[in-house]
């Protein structure tokens, strides 16, 4: 039976370099209670006043893990990237003190694999996905674009003009171009849901989901 994690979980965070200290700070602007480990005295010590808390210690110690209470947080993140060793063994540790939700950064494929067989429940490719993401936005078709498991993906852009001015289902996106049109952003209002008879303008910007290629066809239409 696969444990519940509570929404507002303490989480450990495990580095604090530039990937783990937006999480850490991010963490802490939602609201959660956050424990930053690092073995850089100074960094912890800069950190300490914009956390719940801050410790430095070495984490590749399981028993310096065991010391400041690892084992009683539900969710951790091994934000450490610059060595392969020392993230696989902190993941590992953490493994071993029951950690019930790993989350881990990778480097490389090779990396995540290894993390993934010693125990961590989610493999983060930072660098990978951010270059994936600009890739798709120096086109210039597309605003912001994120993609899911199993090649699904969410795309900001602008509407192309031939849905422009006519109803949703009228104008056949999803029939034509297997994509769906989630939400709609008009100046100067929220983001709506958008519906079979939610008329797109000029002036909007709109949510799309659907494959990559999909995604990546609707985005190259006539603007």
Known sequence: MVEQIRSDAPVLVIGLGRFGAACAGE??????????????LELVQ???????????????????LSQIGAADFQVAVVAVGSSIEASV??????V???V??????AVSQSHGKILARVGANHVIYPEREAGE?????????MLDFIRFDDDFVLAKMYPPKFIRGTGLNESGVRTKYNVTVVGVKSPGRAFRY???NTVVTNHDLIIVSGTNEDIERFASLDR
């Open 89 to 94: 063994l902190i993941t590992a540790n953490l």
């Open 194 to 196: 958008a519906e079979g």
């Open 46 to 64: 800069k950190w300490s006043e914009r956390v719940t808390h801050a410790v430095q210690a070495d984490a590749r110690s399981i028993e310096s």
């Open 100 to 105: 019930p939700q790993i989350w881990a950064k």
């Open 27 to 40: 963490l802490d602007r939602l609201d959660r209670d956050v424990l930053v480990i690092d073995d850089n």
């Open 96 to 98: 071993d003190l029951k």
């Open 133 to 141: 993401r600009v890739a798709h936005l120096v086109s210039g078709r």
